[in-house]
């Protein structure tokens, strides 16, 4: 069936978004993930990459217009569709736009029932707005599917008091920024979207009326369409990681609350589990039960990268210009790796293997309640210093739990580094729907031993890599893993 | 090519005229051939007249609660033949309101018999040709004849006769306790006639699940009504106002005799003398085998109601129609009725409705499930009008408390299921009727604690 395509909110803050380029022109097939047009937002031109698969079937925005968030910009479907009832409706939302506003504006000429029902959809708006950032996770809430819920329906539904929403992120919001309006979905879907953690705004709705109802979300959830757990969150990717964390936040919340101690020391104690952390469990567990893993470690000297990167550092301290982080070099270097290997970045799809052609890397970033892994587009195309600027925001961002869905889903290939905890090896889960991450351990001071017999000591660390077997099978990794380490080993084997 | 018709209809019952108006409020020019009566069975010989018989049973079944008050009823001028006078003006007048409505929509009512001679050809009384771009069949059913068990109207009789019998037997044997056979078991006991129901499957109404159906036998045993279920029944033997019939069950054989044997074991399709052949559609097993949009192997022709193998139920057909005609106008998004979400409705006292699997499917094919039942007893309602027979039964997930099917046993359980419907086609779960102010006094309010039953917190039980 054929349907909307629609301008999302590419930044946080973005409200409208220019189209600069189409990339795909009426008739084109568009695949998941693909590069569908550039779009111009208040802070930059990113790229649209769809959501949705099928045929272009019509652009409604050309090249130099601009569309509001939400908005279509174009109709996918199969081919030879027949779309004129879908035209008919867009056409005529078009003209009703403009009227929909008059309601909260009208407010107070306005008739009783309108007056009275925006006054409901505000109120519940408020107990979700001062939320303190912190704790806010720990709190019990509830049963899951009662106030908390519902308040965050209500919120949707309202008339998007813009101006109050909370700056700090901590406290999940119900609404993105990018939820203009009222999102249809059935209390079924809303639940089952909730319980998935995908991101509603994201999905379209085969119901009555666009209604997103139950099949959609199942088929979001098939295909692995944007998760949503808004303040920071997870993607799931280095359990070790999610873990640690959890663990020093509730004994150290333990002693602050002062607690009766037990005679251990240690205050027994049963924390409510919020809707980030079940994310993190389930989407963690589906991929460790699903996705059959095996490791492959090695070592690898470091010092030619150390030194390369100290030395370009140096120049850019010197020009005033920021460090570039070791993991900006690691994502680049990886992806050159990968380019040899594409199969490294790649999807289990049940009854076809998809090799992504974009090499989208994402990192897991510890949060206070959580972890969530920003992804870098396209690290294969771009260079250090472009995906050390773009990580560095994206990082920021997602510690003030403003990552937008898309910027925290899909990533093709992960890596996770512990090495700033002093761990010198460990294993990660793997994020769905990649088949492989990496996990960074520690450089530590090792000695070797030289040809000559004499011993020198070289800063080493280990990286292991999680592959799905289904994907990835032994050799192939290990050759991989090989690339890899003469690439870090010697930054200019990536040249070859 | 240009066609005198873009749609003709053949049949008009519930299938054909809803069909008929839905083509003509989209603009298509349509004709409906008729060779009995507008509105068919339903109207006819079936749904309308029979409702009106129940009515009349029920008030009949009141004379008692009048004698509570201290009235004496005096029954002795009591003539069925008044009562079945009064289903036949039902059935008339909705036969007239059909026509009316197919003329105020500008449909062209074609009284005949009409044969299907060519993909946009249909042939009336052999004479008079009809072009038209699409054809529908909605031609309906028969009542099942078995072999050995021929009808003859009077002591043999089928559902068709059974409606319009004048006057009431003394004794009534009926053979298939489906939701027809249970109707008629209803009627003529609250009658006064002895009725005696045999049914091959293991328990009456036997589609229905088991624990609904049970309630419903209970009431009938109450009411002196016989039953025998998991029963064989060997071919009638007629004797001078008698007629017998010998039952096999797990107890053994035994002779059941009667005045009148009433056979209703089902409807067989009308797809008999139709022109199928002239077009090249085969059956199965008499029915006409659709694709999506109802449409059969032939482009141009469409098939709902009865003659397909669907649920045989009106509002099924009106909904198959409403699917097909929209498809040939070019519009509408549905392409078949989902089977889960149509109600099924026994008028017996009480009522039995319901709708999706029931807990024993839902089970087999592999659904997390679990049910919550709540007694019509609890709401206050049900004891004030003294009608406390009954239950209100959710089938729902646990996990996520979708609703997956209901049904409802008791006293307007047919108006009542709708409320549960709408949650489970629109995806409610069970908290929006558990928390849905419900009136009081209402049996609706059996509905909410039920939901509310499935969540553990039920006020009245």
């Known amino acids: 069936m054929a349907e909307k395509m629609l301008m999302l909110a590419l930044s946080p803050t973005m409200e409208e978004g220019t189209i600069v380029t189409w990339h795909k022109k009426e008739g084109d097939t568009v695949a998941s993930g693909d590069t569908v047009c550039e779009v111009e937002t208040d802070k930059a031109t990113m790229d649209y990459e769809s959501l949705q698969e099928g045929t272009l079937l019509k652009i409604l925005v050309q090249e130099g217009q601009s569309a509001k968030v939400e908005q279509p910009i174009a109709v996918i479907g199969e081919e030879g569709e027949d779309v004129t009832s879908l035209m008919k409706e867009i056409e005529a939302a078009a003209k009703e736009e403009p009227s929909k506003d008059e309601p909260s504006k009208d407010e107070s000429a306005g008739k009783e029932a309108q007056a009275a029902q925006s006054a409901a959809a505000e109120k519940p708006a408020e107990p979700a707005a001062p939320k303190s950032p912190a704790g806010a996770e720990s709190k019990p809430e509830s049963k899951p599917e009662s106030k908390a819920k519902e308040t965050g329906v209500a919120v949707k539904q309202g008339p998007a008091p813009a101006g109050e929403e909370t700056p700090a992120g901590g406290a999940p919001q119900a609404v993105g920024p990018e939820d203009a309006g009222r999102i249809k979905a059935s209390p079924l879907a809303r639940n089952m979207a909730a319980e998935a953690g995908i991101d509603l705004t994201a999905l379209s709705g085969s119901g009555p009326d666009g209604r997103i109802v139950k099949q959609d979300v199942e088929e979001a959830m098939k295909k692995g369409m944007p998760i949503r757990v808004p303040a920071g969150a997870a993607t799931g990717s280095g359990a070790a990681y999610g873990a640690a964390a959890g663990a020093g936040r509730a004994a150290s919340a333990g002693f602050a609350a002062g607690a009766a101690v037990s005679a251990t020391g240690i205050d027994e104690q049963r924390i409510p589990v919020g809707r980030k952390r079940a994310v993190i469990a389930k989407r963690l567990s589906e991929s460790k039960f699903t996705a059959p893993h095996y490791y492959l470690s090695l070592s690898v000297s470091l010092d030619t990268l150390t030194e390369s990167r100290r030395s370009l550092n140096q120049q850019r301290t010197a020009r005033g210009e920021s460090k570039l982080s070791l993991n900006a070099f690691l994502m680049k270097l990886t992806a050159e790796a990968i380019k040899r290997y594409p199969i490294i970045n790649a999807s289990w799809e049940e009854s076809e293997i998809h090799v992504f052609g974009s090499i989208d890397i994402g990192l897991a970033v510890a949060l206070d309640d959580g972890l969530i892994t920003p992804v870098v587009r396209n690290c294969g195309g771009k260079g250090i210093v472009r995906i050390d600027t773009e990580l560095q925001e994206l990082i920021a961002r997602a510690r003030s739990g403003k990552l937008t869905p898309e910027e925290y889903t899909g990533a093709t290939f992960s890596i996770s580094n512990l090495g700033s905890y002093g761990i010198e090896e460990f294993t990660a889960i793997i994020n769905p729907p990649a088949s492989a991450i990496l996990a960074v351990g520690a450089a530590v001071k090792q000695p070797v031993e030289l040809d000559d017999g004499s011993i020198f000591f070289d800063n080493r660390m280990k990286i292991t890599l999680s592959c799905d077997h289904r994907v990835i099978d032994g050799a192939v990794g290990a050759e991989f893993m090989g690339a890899l380490k003469s690439i870090i080993e010697d930054p200019l084997h990536a040249l070859v | ?461």
């Open chain 2, 1 to 461: 090519m240009d066609y005198e018709y873009d749609l003709a209809v053949i049949g008009s019952g519930p299938g054909g005229y809803v069909g008929a108006i839905r083509a003509a409020q989209l603009g298509l020019k349509t004709a409906v051939i008729e060779k009995h009566k507008a509105g068919g069975v339903c109207l006819n010989i079936g749904c309308i007249p029979s409702k009106a018989l129940i009515h009349q049973a029920e008030i009949f079944r009141s004379v008692p609660d009048l004698e509570k008050m201290g009235a004496s009823v005096d029954l002795s001028g009591f003539d069925y033949s008044a009562v079945q006078a009064e289903s036949r003006k039902a059935a008339d007048a909705l036969s007239k309101g059909v026509q009316f409505l197919l003329k105020k929509n500008k449909i062209d009512y074609i009284e005949g018999t009409a044969e299907i001679t060519g993909p946009n050809e249909v042939t009336v009384d052999g004479e008079r040709k009809i072009q038209a771009a699409h054809i529908m069949i909605a031609t309906g059913s028969r009542p099942r004849e078995l072999p050995g068990f021929e009808f003859d109207g009077k002591t043999v009789m089928s559902s068709d006769d059974a409606l319009m019998m004048t006057s009431l037997p003394k004794s009534m044997i009926i053979l298939g306790a489906g939701a027809i056979g249970c109707e008629f078991a209803h009627i003529m006991s609250a009658f006064g006639v002895e009725v005696q129901l045999v049914e091959m499957l293991e328990h009456i109404l036997p589609t229905e699940d088991a624990d609904t159906a049970q309630i419903l036998a209970r009431s009938f045993k109450k009411r002196k009504i016989k039953m025998y279920p998991g029963a064989k029944a060997s071919a009638p033997k007629k004797t001078k106002g008698k007629v017998s019939i010998e039952i096999e069950d797990r107890k053994g054989s035994q002779t059941l005799e009667a005045e009148t044997l009433l056979v209703v074991v089902g409807r067989v399709p009308n797809t008999e003398g139709i022109g199928l052949d002239n077009v090249g559609i085969a059956t199965e097993k008499g029915t006409i085998p659709v694709g999506d949009f109802y449409r059969t192997s032939v482009e141009s022709i469409y098939a709902v109601g009865d003659v397909l193998n669907s649920l045989q139920l009106a509002h099924v057909a009106s909904k198959e129609a409403e699917i097909a005609v929209e498809h040939m106008a070019g519009q509408g998004e549905e392409t078949r009725i989902d089977p889960t979400v149509i109600p099924t409705a026994v008028y017996t006292e009480p009522e039995v409705a319901g709708f999706g699997l029931t807990e024993e499917e839902a089970v087999k094919q592999g659904h997390e499930v679990t049910s919550a039942v709540f007694p019509y007893r609890g709401a206050g309602k049900s004891v004030a009008i003294d009608k406390t027979e009954g239950q209100v039964k959710i089938i729902y997930n646990p996990k996520t408390n979708e609703i997956l099917g209901a049904r409802i046993i008791g006293t307007q359980a047919t108006d009542l299921i709708h409320e549960l419907l709408l949650a489970r086609r629109s995806e409610l779960l069970t908290q929006d009727i558990s928390r849905m102010i419900h009136a009081h006094p209402t049996l609706s309010e059996a509905l909410m604690e039920a939901a509310r039953a499935a969540e553990g917190w039920t006020i009245h039980v």
